[in-house]
């Protein structure tokens, strides 16, 4: 017999055996598909050959699908008798990143920005194996219909990376297409060994709040300091005190990261100019801190400026926020008792992530509990040299990275058998589930 989640519930393994045993007919078509992702990326809001081709899988599969949804946001609707409706989530677009993975499949392409500029693109977040592990997990499970029942509500979506795309597709009626939906699922690719796959209750993913502050001095000709109020020496002291947030004003172990990511002032050598911009990101874990470390910095940079006779104040404008990413209790034991039973050793605990995600943006709109989860993408072999070496920050590259280049196999693999042994944990239907236990 199946064996029982912590809270008494079927985890679905004899379905899941089963649904999984036709991976292997799928794995080169997956596979080909990967390859063709991640040579063609596209900018957040611009995802339309993506769409496109998700759209047209979805169809071919007999998935009820709808395109548009928040802009480039697609959702399959794959039906079968009463029953649970489970959300699968995939995010879809790029980043203004050029690629020196050095694969045969790298990206070429290059996209317009927000700002207009031209920028090379890149799928150096592991969006494109996340589109492709739930097209196959949505293939899965169309063709075996049989050991499940309810609704699997595939959503693809835009522009995670400008913190929005979650948003755009509430706000495109993304409940209007289905009833009440039970669980909220979702996964990302990280550093560490292709094959395994972790997750932990409560919160998970950082909140991140960017942050674009002006500064303004006065200019002068580069040879004549003495007439100019210099906001890049302003700049600079800013860049350097507000590390002591974390340093100095941040408790010893609570999860605190500020980066100054981009400072831009002056166009010419000799020119001292009359303004600079940084911008930061925080990433923080609860709101007292967030709303601490916000006023700190606001604190600093006005003091820096006062202290350098800045003849206006600076400004600030709030941009690209991401919620606390926090995995429901009872959602996430149901899915770490299916993992451990689908994965063995290879089912872990995920560590508190610092990086971000809008994810829950979806299941707090829905009013439903969710659970997000990790899969390794890094070659198991290289991953343990850099271990043994101590050299993992140096030797292992990063989602953003520009080397960062999941290997294929066995991360395509893992995804998927993840996604449909998440679902399953829900929708296996109890007596078939049970008969095959």
Same mark, same amino acid.
């Given at each position: ?49 993506? &769409?496109? *081709? $998700?759209?047209?899988?979805?169809? @071919? !599969? ?8 928040? %802009? +480039? ?101 993304? &409940?209007? *297409? $289905?009833?009440?939906?039970?669980? @909220? !699922? ?8 292709? %094959? +395994? ?241």
């Amino acid at each position: 017999m199946t064996a029982p989640s912590p809270g008494g519930v079927s985890t679905g393994r004899g379905a899941a055996t089963r649904v999984l045993a036709r991976l292997a007919d799928i794995r080169a078509g997956l596979e080909d598909l990967y390859r063709d992702l991640h040579r063609h990326p596209e900018l957040s809001h611009q995802e339309r050959r993506t &769409a496109a *081709l $998700v759209a047209e899988r979805l169809r @071919a !599969l007999d998935v009820e699908t709808h395109e548009a949804v928040g %802009g +480039t946001g697609v959702v399959g609707l794959l039906r079968h008798g009463e029953g649970p409706t489970v959300l699968l989530r995939a995010d879809m677009d790029g980043l203004p990143v050029r690629e020196a993975s050095g694969l045969g499949y790298a990206s070429n392409e290059t996209g317009t920005d927000q700002a207009g500029q031209e920028v090379p693109v890149m799928h150096a977040c592991g969006h494109d194996v996340h589109v492709a592990c739930l097209l196959g997990a949505a293939e899965l499970l169309a063709r075996g219909r049989d050991d499940w029942s309810g609704t699997v509500m595939l959503v693809f979506q835009p522009a995670e990376e400008v913190g929005d795309g979650a948003r755009a597709m509430v706000e495109g009626g993304l &409940a209007r *297409l $289905v009833g009440p939906v039970s669980v @909220a !699922l979702a996964q990302h690719v990280l550093p560490g060994p292709a %094959g +395994t796959v972790a997750t932990r209750e409560g919160p998970a993913f950082a909140a991140a709040d960017s942050l674009r502050i002006t500064v303004f001095g006065r200019g002068s000709h580069g040879s004549m300091p003495q007439a100019s109020v210099d906001p890049v020496v302003l700049a600079a002291m800013i860049v350097i005190r507000l590390q002591t947030i974390v340093a100095r004003e941040a408790r010893p172990g609570e999860p605190v990261v500020l980066t100054v990511g981009s400072v831009r002032a002056g166009t010419k050598s000799n020119v001292i100019p009359d303004h600079a911009t940084l911008q930061l990101n925080l990433r923080t874990y609860d709101d007292a801190t967030r709303t601490r470390v916000l006023a700190a910095v606001t604190r600093i940079v006005d003091a820096e400026c006062q202290a350098s006779g800045s003849p206006q104040p600076a400004t600030y404008e709030l941009f690209d926020q991401f919620p606390l990413t926090t995995n429901d209790p009872r959602a996430t034991a149901r899915i770490a008792a299916a993992f451990a039973e689908q994965f063995g050793d290879a089912a872990g605990p995920l560590p508190l992530m610092m990086g971000s995600e809008d994810f829950t943006d979806l299941p707090r709109a829905l009013g439903a509990p969710s659970c997000y989860w990790g899969i390794g993408g890094t070659d198991p072999a290289a991953y343990d040299a850099a271990r043994r070496a101590g050299r993992i920050d140096q030797d292992i590259p990063v989602n953003h990275a520009p080397n960062f280049a999941p290997v294929i196999q066995p991360t395509l693999d893992t995804g998927v058998r993840a996604m449909v042994t998440a679902a399953l944990a829900w929708l296996a239907q109890p007596a078939a589930d049970e008969s095959a236990g």
